[in-house]
């Protein structure tokens, strides 16, 4: 305890604070082997997300009909598709819907999930009772599946898989909330500011909601990891990302016609959903061990 | 005390990692003692508790025990392994902590663990163990032994929680017990009634007894002979009897801070530290 | 502040719990501090002192009866209104819990003033965190760099913000080590003496009570059983047994 304080410096100001917490946060992160690994896996999909344009050989929707199932070369990085197209810039400009994605439906499940369960833990009674069982009902569904059905009914496409995705996500993060906020609802630092004479609105999104960020945090990391899988998986039916756009449960799904004869235009989509889906299970994993106070003295 | 000495430890060092090389958090501890009330105090932070781990060896991983020599009854601690420590645990070293709610099972019934631990020592069979049972919940001065002993840990009160920890102690009947701030977290009625159960069993069963604490006075009335650490090493040793022969500056500061008639309303003295006390 | 006293409390009733688990924590308390008094409320545990003291914080609601503080009337069975607050501040016992973990010492102290409109709140975190001792340079770390002591100093601090008439005290030093109780209390009589301020102190220890307080009610299993002035106290002018063993235990005596 006092040898921590003696190195650490006094900051001067709010923002000088938070950086320093910031800081000791990274060199935790970086010591930590899974998380760095998960790390620089998450970060690859995002460079590749973001610079796609500089990185692609080639533009991943021309179709050169000619230079079809191609295998792996000098030209074709990862060879071609069934119309030509580069598999290599389709799998960099497939990043680009996989991040969306993951990006949208922690966007809209999370901060949901979050304030149903603040609010259920943190009023009890039938408030607690009545949202509790709604977000069990909503946890009953097999992700796969209801996602199936919404987007059957509603119509293939990006925008509803990420809503069919983010409506059985949320429950989650209620749950998660629900239990921080049980264990805080009484803590002397709540109850201190009840006495400075907060309301329920600000003691939950001031003083509950801090403490429930970094188990949701590594909640959403490790969500990801599914999230990304289902997209594929609605990609692979033809419910998800429409053609041409290159996502890459798309891609495995029409390669999926020519795993025999070429190989690479399944394998190379897969091993990307593969490499993303472990590398934000590490992450979370490794998150979880650097962020959860529960797992320090 | 002309008898060999239950507990002899000499040169007992504990450190842990830090930034800069290891941190000692307890240096050069020297204790003997028989059959007779120790207590160690001093403050956070002064290494009391560590010491009392690290005569359990209960010492978490990154942190490392060394000593000179660290023996009970004459038998070597320092070479104890995971086993060897348990057995003395169980059997020779009794301990009592500060809530009773972290050392006795949550989820067993007061009965069954006493129960549990007259199994590992003695053959006898299931009534005689409850018969038992009862007479040592009877004997820690709980009123109703057969209500204590159907309950769990959590529908007992504080007092009554540390009363069926020590009695579930005192089933294997240890030479020594290491009680760790065991009244802290009980009211001033309460502390006195387990404080004198306490001194009745170590007096009446000849037991060797450390009490660690923070508070000076309660120590100074319950035990024969005080040791005061202040940053991992003892500074003074102090017969109980006359704290107002202390020498030491921190133990005088410990005590002129204490609120007491003739300083009432006005200014405490304040504990100002000296950094040569660090250095023996 | 008018000559009527700070606090009248008449025939308050408190409960915990409902239905079979109704559990009667106070019964029939009738108290007056006057203004500017140091008030001890002494009793084992279960005796009701710090449920008592949460009424008057306004963090309990499930009571009956009249109290009146600071000229406010604090409305039974409900949640007083936010200017209530601004009247009255609590100390909590453990330091360790009464500070959020994430909020800076800025944050915590910056809260209180910014809710019930304080201008110059910059000005107003500076001067408090010298008043207990701490100055500038502990106003951005985070609770968890400091020690037992100087959370509690934080706290004290949050609680004097507002320049509340009352200061609750639930064994703000019963945490704490010998040597930081005395810089607690001495500070606690710093703030006494700049400030007209009447306190409520709750403890179990007798020697801290006497130390500070003008007068003790004693509390035994949720009821009142004696007042006394610090003055008999320190004579042992006692009648009540309960009141004998607590004085007894306190100093290690048989009763």
Known sequence: MSGAQSTMQTPNSRREARLIQFKIGLRRVVRNPSTLVGGLLVLTLLVMALIAPLIATHDPMAQILTDRLQPPSSAHWLGTDQLGRDIYSRLVYGAQPTLLIVILVIAFSAPFGLIIGMVAGYMGGWVETLLMRLTDIFMAFPRLILALALVSVLKPGLTNAVIAIAITAWPSYARLARAETLALRHADFVEAARGLGQSGRKIVMGQILPLCLSSAAIRATLDMAGIILTAAGLGFLGLGAQPPMAEWGAMIGTGRDHVFDAWWVAAAPGVAILLVSLGFNLLGDGLRDVLDPKHHD | ?280 | MSKAAAITISGVDVYHGHGSQRFHAVRQADLTVAPRETFGLVGGSGSGKSTLLRVLAGLLSNWSGAITLAGQVLPPGERPPRSYYRHVQMVFQDPYASLNPRHTVDRILAEGLVLHGFADVEQRIRHLLDQVGLGPRFRFRYPHELSGGQRQRVAIARAIALEPDVLLLDEPTSALDASVQAEILNLLMAIRRERPVTCVFVSHDLSVITHLCDRVAVMQQGAIVERLSGDDLVARHVQHPYTRQLLAASEGLPA
């Open chain 2, 1 to 280: 005390m002309t008898e060999a000495p239950l507990l002899s430890i000499d040169g007992l060092t504990v450190s842990f990692p830090g930034e800069d090389g290891p941190v000692a958090v307890v240096r050069d501890f020297k204790l003997e003692i028989g059959r007779e009330k120790v207590g160690i105090v001093g403050e956070s932070g002064s290494g009391k508790s560590m010491t009392a781990r690290a005569i359990l060896g209960l010492i978490p991983k990154p942190g490392v025990v060394m000593a000179n020599s660290m023996r009970l009854h004459g038998q070597d601690m320092l070479s104890l392994d995971k086993t060897g420590w348990r057995r003395l645990r169980g059997k020779r070293i009794g301990m009592i902590l500060q809530d009773p709610k972290f050392s006795l099972n949550p989820v067993m019934r007061i009965g069954d663990q006493i129960t549990e631990t007259l199994q590992l020592h003695e053959k006898i069979s299931r009534a005689e163990q409850r018969e038992r049972a009862l007479e040592i919940l009877a004997a820690v001065g709980i009123d109703d032994p057969q209500r204590v002993y159907a309950a769990y840990p959590h529908e007992l009160s504080g007092g009554m929680g540390q009363r069926a920890m020590i009695a579930a102690m005192l089933v294997s009947s240890p030479d020594l017990i290491i009680a760790d701030e065991p009244t802290s977290a009980l009211d001033v009625l309460v502390r006195e009634q387990v404080l004198k159960l306490l001194d009745d069993l170590v007096t009446r069963r000849g037991i060797g007894l450390i009490l660690i604490s923070h508070d000076l006075p309660m120590v100074a009335r319950f035990c024969d002979r005080i040791l005061v650490m202040y940053r991992g090493r003892v500074v003074e040793s102090l017969d109980a009897r006359h704290l107002d022969r202390a020498t030491h500056p921190y133990t005088r500061g410990l005590i002129a801070c204490l609120p007491s008639p003739a300083l009432r309303g006005q200014v405490l003295p304040s504990l100002s530290r000296d950094p040569a006390w660090e250095v023996a």
